[in-house]
């Protein structure tokens, strides 16, 4: 009876590698170019699969990672997207191009997804998701050109993702405002734009670039569009004021601002505050307050659309409306710590 065939060593590599089990145990690798001899890989894994992605890089680049990637930011969809889900997909795509920009789409199987996933992000798993949700557009973009007939990234499923379960307490996120409006002129502008997300439980990208006309003071109504909607949808929202809210608008409309503009939230010289301004400060403010002892945790600017949500269902009894599905709204922002219910009469 002949010697049992080992299959495991030979998982995961890229196609025309092989995978030649020796007698003292270890493994040689092998790649076999169209047309030409077999080319000795040595006996180390990880450095065969990088010399054949160093091979392909010279073939020819159509139907590679790295072209479809060029298609796609050429293309309507990318215009359609948001500057900021562009420029988180421009940094998602330096390691993916890293690893597969040089790989035919053709070449690309589930297994080599899930290795990705498993193995060259296995120090970041989350980014690891969105770098593969990125290659899954780009993957169906070879499946409209006809390369594919199939997206792999749908076949495998993405790495586990521990949503966030932790908000700030009121008194908490009150003395990082008033320690934030005490700081500054760019902190003042930040501590504002905090407590409008804790007060209406809107997404920054809903209103960074809000304007004056939009606070309607008379009616006590804040106009903004809701931002994320499904198939290219636009829904406009309604805020309606608070005592609390109301206060905060008069501060908005009171703040100093350039005779031409009408921008709420403005940075130092009276311009529109931009993501990046925003980013930058956010990160030194929380790294200050930290150091301060004015907070004993850090917390994400996202995370107050969480206090919103938690406060609502605290005072009013029922969740807010962000989502078109409540479970959602639910599984995401609800950070309720104590449930409560009623006993029987």
Not at 63 to 79: D, F, N, Q
């Given at each position: 009876?002949g ?5 495991a060593?030979?998982f995961?590599?890229?196609?025309r590698?092989?995978a ?6 270890k493994?040689t ?5 169209v ?12 450095e065969a ?7 392909t890089?010279?073939?020819?680049s159509a139907?590679?990672?790295?072209e479809l ?5 050429k ?6 997207l948001?500057?900021r889900t562009?420029?988180?997909y421009e ?9 597969m920009g040089?790989?035919a ?11 990705y ?11 690891g998701?969105?770098e593969?949700?990125?290659?899954s ?5 070879a ?5 594919i ?9 993405k ?7 932790e908000a700030?307490e ?7 405002l008033d320690?934030?409006f005490?700081s500054?002129?760019?902190?003042r502008?930040l501590?504002l ?11 920054r ?6 304007q ?6 008379q009616a006590?109504v804040i106009?903004?569009?809701r931002?994320?909607?499904?198939l290219?949808?636009?829904k406009?929202?309604?805020?309606q004021?608070?005592?609390?809210m109301?206060?905060?608008a008069i501060r908005?409309i009171g703040m100093?601002?350039p005779d ?12 529109p505050m ?9 990160q030194?403010a929380m790294v200050?307050a ?10 994400t600017?996202?995370?107050l ?5 938690t406060?609502?269902k605290e005072?009013y009894?029922?969740?807010?409306e962000?989502?078109?599905n409540t479970?959602t709204?639910a599984?995401?922002?609800?950070r309720?710590r104590?449930?409560?219910?009623a006993?029987l009469?």
């Amino acid at each position: 009876m002949g010697r049992r065939r080992e299959r495991a060593s030979g998982f995961g590599l890229l196609p025309r590698m092989e995978a030649r089990p020796r007698k003292d145990g270890k493994v040689t690798y092998r790649y076999h170019p169209v047309g030409g001899k077999p080319v000795n890989l040595g006996t180390d894994r990880d450095e065969a699969i990088r010399q054949v992605l160093g091979v392909t890089a010279e073939l020819n680049s159509a139907g590679t990672v790295r072209e479809l990637w060029g298609l796609y930011r050429k293309s309507a969809k990318w215009t359609d997207l948001k500057p900021r889900t562009q420029s988180d997909y421009e940094k998602y795509s330096i390691n993916l191009l890293g690893v597969m920009g040089d790989v035919a789409a053709a070449a690309i199987r589930p297994s080599d997804i899930a290795r990705y996933l498993r193995v060259e992000r296995a120090d970041a798993p989350v980014r690891g998701n969105r770098e593969v949700a990125l290659l899954s557009n780009l993957m169906n973009i070879a499946i409209e050109r006809g390369d594919i007939d199939a997206n792999p990234c749908k076949q495998v499923k993405k790495n586990s993702e521990r949503p966030r379960t932790e908000a700030p307490e009121p008194h908490e996120l009150s003395a990082f405002l008033d320690w934030l409006f005490r700081s500054g002129p760019h902190n003042r502008t930040l501590a504002l734009m905090a407590e409008f997300a804790a007060l209406a439980g809107s997404r920054r990208a809903e209103f960074l670039e809000l304007q004056i006309p939009q606070i309607d003071m008379q009616a006590k109504v804040i106009r903004l569009m809701r931002a994320k909607q499904h198939l290219g949808a636009t829904k406009a929202e309604t805020i309606q004021m608070g005592p609390a809210m109301e206060n905060l608008a008069i501060r908005l409309i009171g703040m100093p601002r350039p005779d031409s503009s009408l921008h709420v939230f403005n940075n130092t010289k009276g311009n529109p505050m931009t993501e990046a301004n925003f980013l930058t400060g956010w990160q030194r403010a929380m790294v200050s307050a930290l150091k301060e002892g004015v907070i004993t945790r850090r917390f994400t600017f996202h995370d107050l659309r969480a206090y919103y949500t938690t406060q609502h269902k605290e005072k009013y009894g029922s969740l807010p409306e962000l989502h078109a599905n409540t479970a959602t709204t639910a599984r995401v922002y609800d950070r309720t710590r104590v449930s409560k219910r009623a006993s029987l009469k």
